[in-house]
């Protein structure tokens, strides 16, 4: 996405997130119940994205459109 972030680094919190991925903040951590995802800790605890996360939300958002279901992401997401 952008070559000044580095893809890793935990920096967006979840209402950038939600504006990114067209997903809610709901749906943004049952991923992450799920262990699709695992954003960091800021320092107030609240959790921060990475530009990868959302590159994988989205990914995820897609699947889901096409009918895919959680056990069927976890299976196609190991491999990447």
């Given at each position: 996405?952008?070559?000044a972030i580095p893809d890793h680094l935990s920096t967006f919190p979840i209402s950038v997130v939600e504006e990114l991925t067209k997903l809610s903040a709901r749906q943004i951590r049952?991923?992450?119940e799920?262990?699709?995802i695992k954003p960091g800790?800021?320092?107030g605890n609240r959790r921060?994205?990475?530009l990868a996360e959302?590159?994988?939300l989205k990914k995820i958002k897609k699947l889901i459109d096409q009918g895919v279901n959680i056990a069927g992401i976890k299976v196609m997401l190991e491999d990447l």
């Open positions: 996405m952008n070559d049952y991923y992450e799920q262990g699709l800790r800021n320092d921060v994205y990475s959302i590159e994988r």
